[in-house]
C-alpha cells in the first residue's frame, strides 16, 4: 500500500498570501497525483490531477508540481473562500486508492 | 454533466448490515470506462477509499473492508451500490459515492454525501 504524508497538518496564512502544501508518497506515483479541496459540510472538489493540470473551472491562482513522490500545491494569492482542508490522493498503483492525512489551510 | 446522488439509511444498528445505493444522473453508468466508488469520511477524520467498481461488475475493494464488504452495478437503474455487514461504531461515518473516468483517473464527481450513524 502507498501512503500518503501531507504536511504541515494546519497552514495559518493571511488573505493575499501564499500557500504552499506538500504531499509525500511512500513509493513513486508517478505523476499520477490528484489534489483536492473540502470546505465544511461539501463533499471534495477535485482541483488538481497529473499532478500539475487544473480540473475544470479552477482558479489559475491555484498550481501543482512535482512527481515520483514528492508534490506541491501552491495557492499563489489566498482568497477567502479558499480556507478549507485540502487532501493528495494516487491513483498510480492500486488497489487501494490512498489518500493523504489533509491540510487545513485557515486564516491566520 | 454527470451527477451523483446517495441514497440509504442513516442510523444502522451494530452487528447489521449497512446499505447504501449511489444514483447517476447525466450519463450512462456503462457508457464509458467510468469506475466508481464508495469513500468514506469518520467525524473530523480524513478520506478512505471503501472500494470500487466497473460497469462490467468487476470489483476493487480495501482490503481492509474486504471481509465484511459488497459492492454492484444495476446498469437498468443507473445505480451502484455499496453493503457493508457487520458494522461497528467505527464505521459511523459520511459515505461519499464518486466517479473515476478510467482506473488511472481521479474522482472528478462526486456525491454530497450520506450520514450513516452506527448506534443502538
Known amino acids: 500500500e502507498i501512503v500518503m504524508t501531507q504536511s504541515p497538518a494546519t497552514l495559518s496564512v493571511s488573505p493575499g498570501e501564499r500557500a504552499t502544501l506538500s504531499c509525500r508518497a511512500s513509493q513513486s506515483v508517478s505523476s499520477n497525483l490528484a489534489w483536492y479541496q473540502q470546505k465544511p459540510g461539501q463533499a471534495p472538489r477535485l482541483l488538481i490531477y497529473g499532478a500539475s493540470t487544473r480540473a475544470t473551472g479552477i482558479p489559475a491562482r491555484f498550481s501543482g508540481s512535482g512527481s515520483g513522490t514528492e508534490f506541491t500545491l501552491t495557492i499563489s494569492s489566498l482568497q477567502s473562500e479558499d480556507f478549507a482542508v485540502y487532501y493528495c490522493q494516487q491513483y498510480n498503483n492500486w488497489p487501494p486508492l490512498t489518500f493523504g492525512g489533509g491540510t487545513m489551510v485557515e486564516i491566520k | 454533466q454527470l451527477q451523483l446522488q446517495e441514497s440509504g439509511p442513516g442510523l444502522v444498528k451494530p452487528s447489521e448490515t449497512l446499505s447504501l445505493t449511489c444514483t447517476v444522473s447525466?450519463?450512462?453508468?456503462?457508457?464509458?470506462?467510468?469506475?466508481w466508488a464508495w469513500i468514506r469520511q469518520p467525524p473530523g477524520k480524513g478520506l478512505e477509499w471503501i472500494g470500487s467498481v466497473y460497469y462490467s461488475g468487476s470489483t476493487y475493494y480495501n482490503s481492509s473492508l474486504k471481509s465484511r464488504l459488497a459492492m454492484s452495478i444495476d446498469t437498468s437503474k443507473n445505480q451502484f451500490s455499496l453493503r457493508l455487514s457487520s458494522v461497528t461504531a467505527a464505521d459511523t461515518a459520511m459515505y461519499y459515492c464518486a466517479g473515476a473516468g478510467g482506473g488511472y483517473d481521479p474522482f472528478d464527481f462526486w456525491g454530497q454525501g450520506s450520514l450513516v450513524t452506527v448506534s443502538s
Open positions: 447525466g450519463a450512462s453508468i456503462s457508457g464509458r470506462s467510468y469506475y
